[in-house]
């Protein structure tokens, strides 16, 4: 239930916001098909329409026959080629900065090595420098560019455009990034975590093809997740929604984790995990595949010589594999039983790999009923979101307040 008044402004851009979506989820649709999907009059259609064009955010493109005989309608699109922002993503020892057009064009990406704990001001002007560079040096049109998208890991205070703690990667908490970026680069900010904007750029990028609910989970060096219903992604009341890296798995003697806990899920899951436990107890005896294929060198173990090793037979690549994919599927079992989501969808360099993949899909199956089988899928755009997500949450955002910057 709406608590809140509506002025006109407000309807004014509502209408232009829902119109806006619509044309971005669809592609195409005429003025006709716009007010009866929108429930908007004739009359409210052709003056968002007329000023639309007049800002060159849409434009006409074409005709389709309408349902009556002999007549066509002109279709209306979005111009998403000539409008881009800038993307700003911080994770743990690494940034990257990027532009990306609306209609998903990656216009640069670059990334930018970090120190652990990376001093918050300091690393803020280094990136408005590396952004400043690009844009100068790129040679392809950014059309309006409207502003920079901030996707940062950990947690976003409650005024959405703080970082309350970004679990190592920055030094201070309580950090106003968006205040200071917008010092930096002249441009207006939004801040997202991480993992929320890769789900919102999938959510974007699937136009609608989409469920009503997807509960996303990003493998990287650690565990994430996020949860969206509709078009609205989760936050939570302490916008914490869907760290599934740190539910607490062992109880006892379990690893440190960079949450500051012991024992999480992410400590015997994550690629990262799953890496080190091989490389702990690498021997010729022990793992003998292992072995052999990184000529008993501890350093030449990564994730994937793991679970290759795991798939020809390895019996201590094996069990660690094995015990990764049930903790995980164990996690996202109670997702399913709790929240129901229409799919899953699986993101990271892990889910290339058959062996895991496969083992995970066999675990998901055990003690499930069919009534709560949940389809879960690779994501479609599997590796290349990093390169988008940030600026396409500016996009987003844009999109959402109907086009209107202020
Ligand atoms: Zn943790």
């Avoid at 971005?24 to 639309?52: D, V, Y």
């Avoid at 002109?74 to 209609?103: E, F, H, P, T, Y």
């Avoid at 002007?125 to 560019?145: A, E, V």
């Avoid at 005024?159 to 010092?183: Q, Y």
Wanted: hydrophobic share 40%; glycine share 10%.
């Amino acid at each position: 239930m709406r608590t809140e008044g509506d002025n006109m402004i407000g309807l004014r851009r509502q209408n232009r916001a829902a119109v806006l979506l619509a044309l971005q989820r669809h592609g195409g649709l005429s003025r006709k098909r716009l007010a009866s999907m929108l429930h908007l009059t004739p009359a409210a259609m052709t003056k968002i329409a007329a000023e639309l064009i007049g800002e060159g955010l849409i434009f006409e493109d074409g005709s389709v026959p309408s349902g009556s005989a002999g007549r066509r309608e002109i279709v209306l699109r979005l111009n998403d080629q000539s409008i881009s922002a800038l993307g700003v993503s911080i994770g743990l020892g690494k940034a990257s900065v990027s532009a990306v057009r609306a209609d998903g064009t990656v216009l640069f990406f670059e990334t930018v090595p970090l120190p652990i704990r990376a001093p918050a001001e300091r690393t803020v002007q280094l990136l408005s420098d590396h952004l400043m560079k690009q844009i100068q040096r790129c040679k392809q049109s950014f059309g309006r560019l409207l502003g920079v998208g901030i996707a940062v890991r950990g947690v976003v205070g409650a005024d959405g455009r703080t970082v309350k703690t970004s679990f190592d990667a920055l030094d201070t908490e309580d950090f106003p990034i968006c205040d200071s970026f917008e010092a930096q680069t002249g441009y207006p900010a939004v801040l997202s975590n991480n993992v929320r904007a890769l789900l919102s750029a999938e959510l974007y990028l699937s136009r609608s093809e989409k469920p009503e609910s997807v509960f996303f989970l990003r493998c990287g060096s650690g565990i994430g997740a996020a949860f969206s219903d509709g078009d609205e992604i989760m936050e939570g009341d302490r916008r914490q929604c869907a760290e599934i890296g740190h539910i607490p798995v062992i109880r006892h003697g379990g690893k440190p984790c960079h949450c500051g806990k012991s024992g999480c899920l992410e400590t015997i899951a994550s690629p990262a995990a799953i890496q080190a436990e091989a490389q702990a107890i690498l021997s010729e005896s022990e793992t003998p595949l292992l072995w052999k294929l990184t000529n008993g060198g501890s350093n030449a173990v990564t994730t994937a010589r793991v679970l290759q090793a795991a798939r020809g037979g390895d019996e201590g690549a094996l069990r660690i594999a094995d015990r990764a994919a049930q903790a995980l599927s164990d996690a996202l079992k109670s997702v399913v039983y709790l929240m129901d989501p229409g799919k899953i969808v699986l993101y990271g360099k892990i889910f290339e790999q058959p062996y895991f993949l496969s083992r995970l899909r066999t675990e998901m199956d055990v003690g499930v009923d069919t009534a709560h089988a949940t389809p879960m899928e690779k994501s479609r755009f599997n590796l290349t979101l990093e390169e988008k997500a940030a600026g396409l949450l500016y996009i987003n955002h844009f999109y959402q307040n109907g086009g209107m910057e202020e």
